[in-house]
Structure formats: C-alpha cells, structure tokens
C-alpha cells in the first residue's frame, strides 16, 4: 500500500465517497448532493483519490463516472490480515453469544 493511499483513506470526507462508490459509479454531481459538500471541494477529494489510485473515472455518454478501483483496497485487505488475529478474543466470543441469542429469538421486529 503506498503512502498516498493511506493518506487519502486518512480524510473521514474521502472515505465518505468510497462508501458511496462502493454502492454504484457516480457522477460528481451526485456525489456532491450525497456527501453535502461544494463542487470543487467534491472535485480536490475525487483528484486525491484519483492519484491514489482508489478511484477511475469511466465515461458513459457524456458522463464522467467516478467508481472504486478495488485492487488497492484488496492490497490493503492483504496487509491487514495478519493484525486481524490481534483482536480480543473476548470481543468475538461475545459477538458470537450475542449471534446466538438473536437466532434463538428470531427476527427482530421491523427489521
């Protein structure tokens, strides 16, 4: 992972627009109205995870479409495996408790 990726997922608005990519390709405008923020700041995060190389740009029509580029976050994926097995085994026993339970009460209400 280069240090520019890490760099642009440091910014919580550039994770923002991850999020939204992972969903479907976006134009700027609609990333705009999603994250709230004016064109040109939209436009300075898409150009840092551009160069990142977290996002493309593919053209549809007349459209330019921002979508993720999965590879480097599969390469980020890699490199924290081994770290997943740090976490706190008591977190994943209760995780799993709390699993069981909701089995056994079934689904919840409204959800």
Do not use: F
Request: aromatic share 4%; glycine share 6%.
């Amino acid at each position: 992972m280069r240090d520019g990726q890490w760099r642009a997922l440091a910014d919580p608005r550039r994770r923002q627009v991850l999020e939204l990519l992972r969903v479907r390709p976006c134009a700027v405008n609609e990333i705009v109205d999603a994250v709230g923020l004016t064109q040109p700041a939209t436009s300075k995060h898409l150009r840092v995870l551009r160069e990142a190389g977290l996002v493309r740009v593919v053209s549809s029509a007349q459209r330019r479409l921002y979508t993720v580029d999965p590879a480097p976050l599969a390469e980020l994926d890699r490199w924290l495996a081994p770290y997943r097995r740090l976490r706190n085994p008591a977190l994943d026993r209760l995780g799993d408790h709390l699993d069981t339970m909701a089995d056994q009460d079934g689904p919840v209400p409204g959800g």
